[in-house]
């Protein structure tokens, strides 16, 4: 977790302030689910509750854990100084650490996602904003990094959408992985408590039981969980890509939001950096590298060992507070992006007409030219225009040889910039679910 | 792909091939929706369909991409000598390569899901019936590999199950992400080509349309395959370790099976290796090797760049073929493992009955006893067990503090194994979701 | 490994018969050594040569391993049919299986690092001879993808062979770490043959003993040796994005070299795809997947366990065929790499002069300029130059308030390109060591 | 970085106050070096020089980044402040920023690679005296988890001590990778300054001119690093699995160290979990991360592009930090582990004799007996020790048919645990040096 690139709702998340209050919660719902079965007593379950309130002092807990060295204990010990260690007798019975330390953990894991799902909306809202606005916007289409087929800005970010949209699908399943817990004992038999203490708890914090633990949740749980992280973030890479792409001074279709008073932006126009969307590839890079340490963590030995523990103190906060850095800046970076649709058509028109010659190519077939002849006179043609700088329709006017085949009209028709966006409106039906 | 970890059904998705009867599918099928739609004469999309049951040479498709340099055209070529040049000529109009390479791909990758469903239902049942046939088999829970509380393998095998049963949901999903089709020309647009053609086609293979691709299916799809294959290979894992424990001299609660034939085994009774589940645990990370080549495959260049597909003619074969040898054998290893319950008692009880003293500590305080005493009074009798190799529970019963606070039948009580198994059908109810 | 991505030279290090032919060497010098010794016969030992020049039967062994379910013990029974197993029946003395395994991925590990060190040669000396060739070759340098100062083509190319020459250190370091050899017997104690043994064996095969091994070499080696191929594929990398830069259309300062023959290129020069620079980059990804996996093998239990070999199998030769692939066409790609000096200009002077605009601003403070004036009048100047199209350098000249601070001289002079190609040579004496 | 597991001494060398302390530093021997050129004044390199033992306020330079959004320039401003402004006019002059933040990261990965370097020694020290220690306690040796054949503690900890051995040279190494600094301007062509500023400032800071670079050091140095980092969290790795094993209950051959007071140690004997190293197993993990990201930096566009930057801002720390902790908590875990020989003699004798089965039928094969008679008779023995508890030396000496062909003498040689150790003073001089 790197502090210039974290939120704090989500950073607030994994400071210890949360655990402890999480800890207080899982301690007191299972104590009143024992004394509802009538293993403990009632007015013992109540004083917990007192607890309610406190803010716990982090600074005293880690002075009892350096005595304890174990922090369930250490705190334990002080929600005892809050409820008096009479009443706190019962507290955490029948419970091993990994109930109240698993379980935490998925709360935490589900908030995360919560937020992460807030921040995909955020997201999606502005890439569906961006692609209607720009539904019609024509550019050139490019594989390879070179000129292909003209296509849309819009499509471009319709595609986005639909990309995010399979996302935040993803992250609810991912979800829904971690959103269980556990309070079944040492190994996971119940031997010392009752099962239906798990439920409650479970269904007072907004979680499904698991539905067998050892003393751990299972690890495959939070392996999908990360796994689902690592997809997002890739998809953000994909978006800060194009983004980069089209900022690049030789083709400059579009540019980060550059505020008027950053400096250095008037008396150096041309030298507007998208770093944003850089700096979201490097993140994207760091969310995904929490991907194989999470998928090293589900094999334990046996009932459970500790490796993974490590792990997750660093990938958890690290993974969900970049990740959620990073979608809220990618949806600025959607919502203020600038966008010359001139640049478009000019760079399109770089190679004057060129582009079309594959149309140009079938329609000579179409008309009865041989494949042969058809492709020797797209050539002759195209290479007037890229060795002599000519402009292609006119070329291909102008030779008597095509003319034969193709009427004027015709030819003009390959140039229709119609023909390329006549189905964008399908898709975006397809993408958004609207009319056609 | 590692022929020796390979399975013929497995590889015979990813060789030539297959992959040419899969084109020559996607072409016939688009000529048919060409043909519906008026674009083409229909007696050339029926000519298509007589090269239906030829064997494609593979050899000579590979002489032919030496000269043209590209794989569709290859192939188209030596369609076309099957089904007659003129025949032939309107097949793959409108459409680009990657419509035919994506497309099959998908279907591939979708062949692959299934074989691996089935192969995951083996496991599955293997792990049902062992975990019904040891639902009582006591064992050691362990937790650092250090003795814990009572368990049985019954619960070993039906948490396994459960994680595995997640599994497959999770591929179910998987396949779902991979088991689209597009036919959209060479940005998307579809300017050439109708997207009732790219319809048509999906249905009869079995795939629905990508709601909006460029000229590639969009790569987060396959990312989150590999990922999935990524968790599964995890949890084999998380299996083999288990095995590779018990299996170990000290341990010996199970072995592997070992065929009467096999050398060596009776001369040297004691070094029979756990070498299936050591082979599973490399398996493993070879699959997970996939996952970050398949999330960075992710962002690819404006409308496509060729990049990922070096990486997928790697990870496709190899992620599914070593996925489906690892579960195949998985499933073979629990079907047939030794389990010894004899041996899961003896190791049980090495430290006699000392795994129970946390059971005594609690009923001492719940009995009356302060924290302090209870903690002496366990302490002196546990270490003449630990040092002298005394049995716990008689020193109990001899140490009259103690029995004054517990009688010899509460005593007793604390080392019943039945108070650990109490709730191992409630457990099974939930995993097997059959009544407790 | 992918038979597409794959030359001949290297995948024979990873055939049967290749290892075979390893094994039946370290066998007869082992039998050579303890014949020396005088532990068995020097007819025995003499006699085990007689196999030489055997071409072993894979098929055969194969057959016999089927049976025995062990590769060693397949391959020394198929070495007695030819040696006799009277004569045949010290070999292998003493010695567990891994001492012969493990030796000879080594060898083979060693002779793809000097395949791949003769791969490295080549694209050091294609490297070398462009960066001359282009040493003067000015072009736009780019940070962010956004123009920066000018710098040349030849200091791209001295880069890339900096870099590589750094691999090529890094290699030589790595074919160090695993050019080791081990006959220790089942624990690495030499329990049951002598170390002189290990001395002679390795000496023939050109490695050096193991300090200490156990039934293996230790991993740590080869994890070293993978991340070092990681490293270089990262390289490779980094040279093939430039290249797809600079072919990008927009750019297009260099293209791949086309053959005449090329299907499409002059019907549509347009579109002359870097194919070999992407492919490269996919390759780069999976040559650096194989790098966790190493990392994994790393930690084996106790003497060794066998997890590590499965994934050896895969990796070793993917990782080496496809460097060794990659590295060729690399070499190739650079060799032949078509470069357009013209466009590099044109390009470079797309914002007429605007890059140059740091230089005035610099020269107007150290003329005494206060830095708000200087930032005011270069600003001013700059947007005629960015929104109407204007030259940078003629507006500067024609705004009295930057003439009354610079001459016209030396305003001309900050747009002198020399300036920026002053030490150019001064490099190229650093990264080639020649005289500046 | 975890704060848990981190040390005051590493996390220092990442905190903003050492960064902008080493920035001064660049900055001031840079303005020396241009005043000796006569490029500034002499007086204003020396000004500079006024702020250095100046604390640079943090939250200061924070404020004024929060408006320029630039943190070089927030630092220089700053900076400023301190020296005047009209003093510290020259700082900086012809630099970019990357010029003092590459450099500076250079130094601070300097510096990290100093303090591992001293950690891998204490690592060796512990490794060796332990080594020395235990030379000759004998205890089985383990292939695939299986008794195999007598080894000794002292062998375990030196091929430890020869791994990490391997690793210290591995990290000089690295460290020279990255020793490296550059002041060579926007795109590395020492446009605005002077070559020799760059040797002056890399000379007063202990590292090397970096050859050639661009706006940044090629990242190919810092993969290699972290590489590196990988390799060596691995034999971390290595070690504590051993450990780990050891420590199980079935085997408990050794332990980590308990400390008196620690609660539960004595009512609970038999609990003793090996967390210090099941927490060193996860830390590994963390730093392997960090390798592909490591990996994913070096191919950046063009003259740079900035996604490196978040990157290293997360694995900088991380590696650095965790692995310090991880080598001292290794360290520590070595010194103090509490060894018991007896347990080991125990466990080997698990199976009565057993393990020597091998030598025995190579001690009959040698001594006439055919393979096959030699495998019946030893089966027919081992049989009885596995299945009746028998112990193999004494049923051997009742076995007729084996004394027939082997003297009381020679089978009780078979038994002599010498023969396996007569070797550990020769693998001792190997890996220490010493005369053997």
Same mark, same amino acid.
């Given at each position: ?18 655990? *402890? ?33 406190v803010? %716990? ?8 854990e ?8 250490? *705190? ?41 799902l ?11 904003r961006?692609a209607?606005?720009?539904?019609d ?49 040492a ?34 749980r ?34 980060? %939001? %550059? ?29 995904r ?16 060992d ?26 600025g ?31 000579l ?26 402009? *292609? ?17 015709e030819?003009?028709?390959k ?11 399908t ?10």
């Amino acid at each position: 977790m790197i502090p210039r690139y974290a939120r704090p709702e989500m950073t607030a998340i994994w400071e210890p302030a949360t655990r *402890f209050r999480i800890w207080f919660e899982i301690e007191a719902h299972a104590c009143d689910a024992m004394a509802e079965l009538g293993v403990i007593p009632k007015e013992n379950a109540e004083a917990v509750w007192k607890a309610k309130d406190v803010e %716990f002092d982090v600074a005293r807990i880690d002075e009892i854990e350096a005595v304890t060295r174990h922090d369930v204990i250490a *705190f334990l010990t002080h929600l005892a100084e809050h409820v008096g260690s009479e009443e706190a007798r019962f507290v955490h019975q029948g419970m091993t650490s990994s109930d109240v330390l698993d379980t935490c953990l998925n709360v935490q894991l589900t908030r995360a996602a919560d937020i992460l799902l807030a921040d995909l909306d955020k997201v999606l809202a502005a890439l569906k904003r961006r692609a209607y606005e720009h539904k019609d916007t024509v550019r050139i289409g490019r594989s390879h990094g070179i000129h292909a087929e003209p296509t849309t800005m819009g499509l471009t970010f319709a595609r986005f959408y639909a990309e995010m949209d399979r996302n935040r699908a993803r992250l609810r399943a991912a979800r829904a992985e971690i959103a269980t817990g556990a309070i079944s004992g040492a190994v996971g038999t119940f031997a010392n408590i009752d099962p239906r203490v798990e439920e409650h708890v479970c269904k007072m914090l907004g979680l499904t039981p698991e539905p067998i633990s050892t003393q751990v949740i299972p690890r495959d749980r939070h392996a999908m969980f990360f796994a689902t992280l690592g997809v997002i973030a890739s998809s953000i890479e994909n978006i800060a890509i194009e983004v980069r792409h089209m900022q690049r001074t030789e083709v400059l279709e579009a540019e980060e %939001f %550059f505020s008027a008073g950053q400096k250095g932006s008037s008396a150096m126009p041309h030298k507007r950096n998208p770093v944003l969307t850089e700096n979201l590839t490097g993140l994207a890079r760091l969310v995904r590298a929490t991907v194989i340490p999470a998928l090293e963590n589900v094999a334990l030995w046996h009932e459970r060992d500790i490796s993974h523990s490590s792990v997750e103190r660093g990938i958890a906060p690290d993974a969900t507070v970049t990740l959620d850095f990073a979608l809220n800046r990618l949806a600025g970076v959607i919502d203020k992006l600038v966008i010359y649709p001139e640049a478009m058509l000019k760079n399109m028109n770089r190679f004057k007409g060129l582009v079309m010659s594959q149309r140009v190519l079938l329609a000579l077939t179409q008309a009865g030219v041989s494949r042969e002849d058809a492709y020797r006179l797209v050539q002759r043609n195209a290479m007037k225009v890229w060795e002599e700088g000519k402009d *292609f329709r006119e070329e291909l006017l102008a030779d008597a040889e095509v003319t034969a085949a193709l009427s004027p009209a015709e030819i003009d028709e390959k140039f229709d910039l119609g023909y390329h966006t006549k189905h964008v409106d399908t898709i975006f039906a397809r993408v958004f679910g609207e009319p056609a």
